[in-house]
């Protein structure tokens, strides 16, 4: 009989962008052989664990209000005789470490995004009362290097992080100090785990970076793509985010020559006007955006074009912004995200003088969000009328549906049976909303007649 740990139950809740999703699985992954087994809620979990986002000030106040929830779970348990760790994991640990301690004792443990191979050590010596409580080393080298090389995928998509951090101190942006320098994850090392991933039936592989496209290692991440393009059973690659900085000619080549590399392109611009990038600090002017997404549409005509937008940076004028609707214009996005400018504390931005008023960002949001809106809409619309390869993921909400995603990332809603979950299948678009389509299966029939 083998000697096994007894059950203890773990919650994670993960705040921000991919690379922290990866990430918490990456941190199941470690805790599992300690016998932590994931829990649906926080109550009467052994271990409860907040992966946290930096990036906006709601988002660290979010982590402030939930810690105050968690303590209270906390202090129930401890009336019931029973522990309860708390760990504050993520871009925000990096950020304000020590004053997470200070503001909420029942923290334990507070663990940086390049320290959490470190859990299983760190939660040991809690648990003998001497810990260190403070991890926020910065070696993702020394991360990647401990964790387990085996993973256990949920579905039949899954994210791979292959960079991690950021040189480009855009002058509004955290991340630079949350994540570190750019690093790149050996290319052996990538393959092992996407083959891995695919041995147990993943589809679709997402490759995760703050600036994914600057991938370093040889021959950059066209040839990354390629390589992992060749792995019997992965029939679809996507990477994000990227940087129009580090969009090569390779890059560009692969999504006309790589039938696996899906026709989607996360590529943000934040502004249309070259005042306002020039203080952002971004490296491109809209001209030369325009130009960039000139060429990759010349490569792969049908692409999906996404971004992301910030209003209300610090002396944005109407000009300026008039100046990035007539972008979001010219480039027509098939979906972006928008955001309003927030202050974080640390970065140059912070101390700009003309911080725009809450009302103007407001306002300006609203009509950014009326034109992608539109644009995404009339994308969408688009697709009616054709025949698109779907890989089915999951279940849907109606009784004998399924939910797939196109090559462009749409979800598509189709009646369909269980057994194509995981499986890539023509679909028929019959219909479109602002984020999803509606299909119908095509007839055997019909498709032999192809
Ligand atoms: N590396 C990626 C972005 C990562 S952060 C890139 O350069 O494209 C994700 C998005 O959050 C950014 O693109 C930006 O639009 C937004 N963002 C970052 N800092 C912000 C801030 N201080 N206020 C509002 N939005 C912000
Ligand atoms: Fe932030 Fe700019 Fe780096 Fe993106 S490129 S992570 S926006 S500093
Ligand atoms: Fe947030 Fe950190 Fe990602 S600040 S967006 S979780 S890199």
Redesign the pocket.
Known sequence: MSAQAPQKRLYIKTYG?QMNVYDSERMADILAPLGYAMSPTPQGADLVVLNTCH???KATEKVYSELGQIRLLKLETQAAGGTMTIVVAGCVAQAEGEEIMRRQPAVDLVVGPQAYHQLPELIARTHRARGERLATDFAAEAKFDALPTERRPTGVTAFLTVQEG?D?F?T????PYTRGGEWSRPADAIEAEARGLAEQGVRELTLLG??VNAYAGEGGLAALVRRLAAIPGLDRIRYT???PRDMDDALIAAHAEVDALMPYL???V?SGSDRILKAMN?AHTADSYLRLIGRIRASRPDIAIS????VG?PGERDADFEATLQLVGDVDYATA????????PG?P?AALPGQVDEAVKDERLARLNDLINAQARAFNTRQTGRTLPVLFERRGRHEGQLIGRSPYLQAVHVTAPDRLIGQIVPVHIDGAARMSLAGSLVPTRELEAV
Not at 172 to 175: A, H, K, M
């Open positions: 962008c990036i906006r000030e950021c480009k855009c509004f942006c955290v991340v703050q600036n985010t990227s940087h996360h590529l943000p934040q971004r971004g992301d937008f910030i940076f995200f928008t955001f309003k400018y927030s202050r974080r970065t931005a």
